[in-house]
């Protein structure tokens, strides 16, 4: 459409042009607002007339203006201040990756022939044992030949002698040696067996090549884990200043077990606990043993939760059962198939997650219950790579408050995170320490209330700090921990930590009062 342009001029004591009409188009070239002088550029078609237009009120249009000038200045400073430096710190971090890639592949074959090196000495001295063994057995041999032949040889010499007593004997003609004599044929008739020692014999056994390549190590899938680079520009951010400088020993709690493996808080004052025996204990927050029950089948349970109505659940990997504590009569709440469950937690929304490992002992999972009914089973990631390790070895489990599922694979020695529909965001593999010289193998964990995941690592005697992201915070390694294993925290951010061979449950406060 043709379109006419009309200059104007608009001052405080007049308006020239006041009846405009139907205006599609306005372009504001500019303002002055101190004065309030604007030339505007009135975009209307030709066969419009324009005193028939209507009066259009130029303050409000001044106002969207100023308005709209704010907004860019605000989208400038956030640009400039926020995003683009959130969008250069990604590509800082990729050029970083991409800058170590070739660093960190050369480590990982540099750790594999190192391996290789390790099998080679180990299969070396196998086989100088075996031919340490095998000259042993040749010295017995030699020597079981050599004492038969002595036998022998001796006896052979008394035939000899015998003998030529028998030719004087013969040529003789006195009587009475003749007379005297005794004949030795009976004794030296009675033929010793002949000894056949065999050699021994070297038997190798068929090299199972899957089986070998299981036993020499495991590579990790590649995996592609997305973290959320969302800006939240509103929201207050989590900072380390809320974590204590010096985390605070609270209380010290003797259980009596002597390897004490798993805690969760029944309420404010009491907690339940167990070990490596068949009755699981609650005490209250002074130490007082306020509970005691037995396992049904007798067994020691693998693992102990306390649902939301106050319940106490515990597993049963030999029974395949996750039994439930109701009025204190255990009865049984979930039994699988092919499948022994281990570990488990609650989680906010009431369902159960339970890992299991298979019957063969080849393949780990997690699954979620509610109630007794299968919701979900996770073990596999977008590729179809096995997420945990495929093994009896045990792997807590705890579910962050944002529905992130945390599993400490302690044979794999890393924590492994997938969000609530199973796809894996990240994993966490230790963090580099002078001090924390032993290989890091997670055990117990657990989630505070800013998402923030606590893990257990026994070796080392320390607890591990770590963002919903997978970044490391700090280490509990004070208030003289040993053996940390299981961990809880209840509603109030205290930390439970089980010592395992001490058998104390230690009650742990590491963040500020807020």
């Known amino acids: 459409m043709d379109m006419t342009n009309i200059k104007l001029s608009l001052s405080r004591n007049g308006d020239p042009l006041s009846f405009i009409r139907n205006v599609e188009h306005i372009h504001i070239k500019s303002v002055n607002p101190n004065a309030w002088i604007a030339t505007i550029f009135l975009f209307v078609p030709p066969a419009w007339p324009l005193n028939n237009m209507k009066d259009i009120n130029f303050k409000e249009i001044t106002e969207v203006y100023n308005t709209k000038k704010e907004v860019i200045k605000k989208d400038t400073e956030e640009l400039v201040n926020k995003i683009s430096p959130a969008y250069k710190k990604i590509t800082l971090d990729l050029e970083?990756?991409?800058?170590?890639?070739?660093?960190g592949y050369e480590k990982l074959t540099t750790t594999l022939s190192k391996q290789g090196e390790q099998c080679h000495r180990e299969i070396d001295i196998v086989i100088n044992k075996m031919i340490t063994e095998i000259s042993e057995i040749k010295v017995k041999h030699r020597n079981i030949l050599q004492k038969h032949l002595d036998e022998i040889k001796q006896i052979q010499s008394f035939i000899k002698q015998t003998l030529l007593v028998l030719r004087e004997i013969e040529k003789s003609t006195e009587v009475s040696?003749?007379?005297?004599?005794?004949?030795?044929?009976?004794?030296?008739?009675?033929?010793?067996?002949?000894?056949?020692?065999?050699?021994?014999?070297?038997?190798?056994?068929?090299?199972?090549?899957?089986?070998?390549?299981?036993?020499?190590?495991?590579?990790?899938?590649?995996?592609?884990?997305?973290?959320?680079?969302?800006?939240?520009?509103?929201?207050?951010?989590?900072?380390?200043?809320?974590?204590?400088?010096?985390?605070?020993?609270?209380?010290?709690?003797?259980?009596?077990?002597?390897?004490?493996?798993?805690?969760?808080?029944?309420?404010?004052?009491k907690i339940w606990t167990s070990g490596e025996t068949n009755d699981i204990k609650c005490f209250n927050i002074k130490g007082s043993l306020f509970q005691t029950i037995k396992t049904k089948s007798g067994n020691w349970r693998n693992d102990i939760a306390v649902d939301s109505d106050g319940d106490l659940l515990y597993s049963d990997c030999e029974t395949k059962t996750v039994n439930i504590v109701k009025n204190g009569q255990i009865e049984e709440l979930i039994r699988s198939k092919g499948w022994k469950p281990v570990n488990m937690c609650i989680t906010s929304t009431g369902d159960l997650l339970v890992t299991m490992y298979s019957d063969n002992i080849s393949q780990s999972k997690v699954v979620r219950y509610s109630g007794s009914t299968e919701k979900q089973t996770i073990q596999f990631d977008e590729e179809g790579n096995p997420l945990y390790s495929g093994n009896s070895a045990i792997k807590y489990i705890t579910e962050n408050r944002n529905h992130d599922i945390c599993v400490a694979d302690w044979e794999a020695g890393v924590v492994v995170v997938v969000n609530q529909d199973g796809k894996l965001r990240w994993r966490y593999t230790g963090h580099p320490s002078a001090t924390k010289i032993k290989p890091f193998r997670p055990r117990g964990i657990t989630t505070d209330s800013q998402s923030r995941i606590l893990t257990a690592d026994c070796r080392n005697h320390c607890i591990h700090i770590v963002d919903q992201i997978g970044q490391f915070l700090r280490y509990i390694d004070n208030c003289d921990l040993k053996n940390p294993f299981g961990l809880y925290l209840d509603n109030n951010n205290n930390l439970f930590v089980c010592e395992f061979n001490k058998g104390n449950v230690k009650k742990i406060k590491y963040l500020r009062k807020t």
């Open 96 to 103: 970083n990756q991409l800058a170590i890639l070739d660093g």
């Open 177 to 269: 040696s003749t007379i005297e004599y005794s004949s030795k044929i009976t004794e030296f008739s009675k033929v010793p067996p002949k000894v056949q020692v065999l050699l021994p014999t070297f038997i190798p056994k068929p090299i199972d090549r899957k089986e070998l390549y299981r036993m020499f190590g495991q590579i990790t899938p590649l995996s592609t884990a997305t973290k959320e680079n969302a800006l939240s520009l509103n929201q207050p951010k989590t900072s380390f200043k809320e974590l204590l400088d010096e985390p605070e020993l609270v209380a010290i709690i003797q259980t009596g077990y002597k390897d004490l493996r798993y805690v969760t808080c029944l309420n404010e004052d």
